[in-house]
């Protein structure tokens, strides 16, 4: 997990990663499908891969790991066990970013925020106002894969295991199928190991 190398492994074993020629669930096509649950089903990866997202932020002090529901809540759990500290989500309600089922923060309380994937950093950005609303101190935001090619920023301290670049098209424009190909919706028969 020390190299960008192994975790790129690690997604293309799993099948969280793929390359080819995809239909995402948006309708755009990409020559590449990213799923991350699909390498953090398997309790053991992560688990690693949140022990290298920790290890980025050990020096900060982090009080609590917070993430919205639902992709970045085994990444808040697995990041937070490995610095030994409490891991909540937020989730939305009507629509809007919230802490509930009891969760709260104590005031000033050192917060790193995570996520499965950051592609806008909409998410993120929700997150870490949420924690800034309920008193948290926000130090650090994190995520397993940026796939905007790093040109995200959160106006905090960030790390993202892993930058890609995910390209996507709308069908009259891609060039995989100017080449005359076909795209593949993921989950579909013939994909599954
Ligand atoms: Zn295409």
Not at 72 to 82: Q, T
Not at 88 to 110: H, I, P, W
């Given at each position: 997990m020390e190299q960008d190398q192994q975790l790129l492994q690690l997604f293309q074993q799993t099948g969280a990663l793929l390359e080819?020629?995809?239909q995402l669930t948006s309708g755009l096509h990409s020559p590449r499908y990213l799923q991350c649950a699909l390498v953090l089903q398997h309790?053991?990866?992560a688990e690693r891969i949140g022990q290298a997202l920790a290890a980025f932020f050990e020096a900060d002090h982090v009080d609590v790991v917070v993430a919205p529901?639902?992709?970045?809540?085994?990444?808040?759990?697995?990041?937070?066990?490995?610095?030994?500290?409490?891991?909540?989500?937020?989730?939305?309600?009507?629509?809007?970013?919230?802490?509930?089922?009891?969760?709260?923060?104590?005031?000033?309380?050192?917060?790193?925020?995570v996520e499965d994937v950051v592609t806008t950093g909409g998410s993120t950005r929700e997150t870490i106002d949420v924690v800034r609303s309920a008193g948290g101190n926000v130090v650090g935001a994190g995520s397993i894969v940026d796939r905007s090619g790093g040109q995200v920023d959160l106006g905090v301290r960030g790390h993202s295991l892993l930058i890609l670049d995910v390209p996507v098209y709308d069908h009259a424009n891609c060039p995989l199928c100017k080449d005359g190909g076909v795209a593949i919706k993921p989950g579909s028969r013939g994909l599954k190991q």
């Open positions: 080819g020629h995809f309790p053991h990866h529901a639902v992709g970045g809540i085994i990444v808040a759990h697995e990041v937070a066990r490995a610095l030994s500290v409490r891991a909540l989500f937020t989730e939305r309600e009507s629509g809007r970013m919230t802490l509930r089922r009891g969760f709260s923060l104590n005031k000033n309380e050192r917060v790193l925020v």
